[in-house]
C-alpha cells in the first residue's frame, strides 16, 4: 500500500512568497493531520481533519497560514506571505479513524526553507 | 497540559551493546502512548502503541514498555541500522475533537556504532 504522499519534498522561496504543501492521504484513511518540526520545538500539531471537515486549527501560527481538503484524499497547506521563521519541516500524517487509538502514518515532509 | 520528557537526548552504543531510552510523562488520562522511529530526512514510522500501566510491545530487537509515569524502550543486541531517532507521543482522553492530539517528546537519537 502506498504511504502518505507528501509534495515538494524541498522548497526554497524568498520571503513573501505564496508557499503551496500538498499531501495525499493513504487510502481508506479519514483523519488528517498536519505538523511542523523544528529543532527548537520538536514536532507541533498545526491542523487537524477528520472526513474531510477541519476540526481543530488552533495550533495554526498566525491568518497567514491556511489549510484545506478538497475531497476525502488529499489536502494543501499554504503560507501567504511567508517568513524566515516559517522554516522548517512540514509533515502531513494520516490515520484510519481518531476514536480507537488508531497509529497516525507520517508522510516524509516537505523541508521549507524562507530565504 | 500534557508533558513528554525523554532521555538521555542523544546515545552512542557499540554494535551488540543493550540499552533503554526513557520517555517520562504527564498526562490527564492517558489514551495512548506511541513509539515512532524517525530516520533523516525522513517522516516518522510507526512502532507501537500501549495503552495501559504493565503492558509490553516488542518488535525483534525492541521491546516498549509502560508504567504509569513513563514508558521505555529496551534495544537487545542493536545493530547500526538501529541508529535512529527514537519519538514518544501520548494521547490523552478528552471530550470533542481534543482526545486525537498527540503530544511529542523531542527525541532520542540513538547511534550504533560497528
Not at chain 1, 514536532?43 to 476540526?55: D, T
Not at chain 2, 503492558?55 to 541500522?81: C, D, N, Q, V
Request: proline fraction near 6%.
Amino acid at each position: 500500500d502506498a504511504g502518505v504522499i507528501q509534495s515538494p519534498r524541498h522548497e526554497v522561496t524568498e520571503m513573501g512568497q505564496e508557499v503551496t504543501l500538498r499531501c495525499k492521504l493513504i487510502s481508506g484513511h479519514n483523519s488528517l493531520f498536519w505538523y511542523r518540526q523544528t529543532m527548537m520545538r520538536g514536532l507541533e500539531l498545526l491542523i487537524y481533519f477528520n472526513n474531510n471537515v477541519p476540526i481543530d486549527d488552533s495550533g495554526m501560527p498566525e491568518d497567514r497560514f491556511s489549510a484545506k481538503m478538497p475531497n476525502a484524499s488529499f489536502s494543501t497547506l499554504k503560507i501567504q506571505p511567508s517568513e524566515p521563521r516559517d522554516s522548517a519541516v512540514y509533515f502531513c500524517a494520516s490515520s484510519l479513524d481518531d476514536r480507537d487509538q488508531q497509529p497516525q502514518h507520517f508522510g516524509d515532509g516537505t523541508r521549507l526553507s524562507i530565504l | 497540559e500534557d508533558q513528554v520528557t525523554q532521555s538521555p537526548e542523544a546515545l552512542r552504543l557499540q554494535e551488540g551493546e543493550s540499552s533503554s531510552l526513557n520517555c517520562s510523562y504527564t498526562v490527564s488520562g492517558l489514551r495512548g502512548l506511541f513509539w515512532y522511529r524517525q530516520d533523516p530526512g525522513k517522516g516518522p514510522e510507526f512502532l507501537f502503541t500501549l495503552y495501559s500501566a504493565g503492558e509490553e510491545k516488542e518488535k525483534e530487537r525492541l521491546k516498549a514498555t509502560l508504567t504509569k509515569k513513563e514508558s521505555f524502550l529496551h534495544i537487545t543486541a542493536p545493530k547500526p541500522e538501529d541508529s535512529a531517532t527514537y519519538l514518544c507521543a501520548v494521547q490523552a482522553w478528552g471530550s470533542g475533537a481534543g482526545s486525537y492530539q498527540l503530544t511529542f517528546g523531542k527525541g532520542t537519537k540513538l547511534s550504533v556504532i560497528p
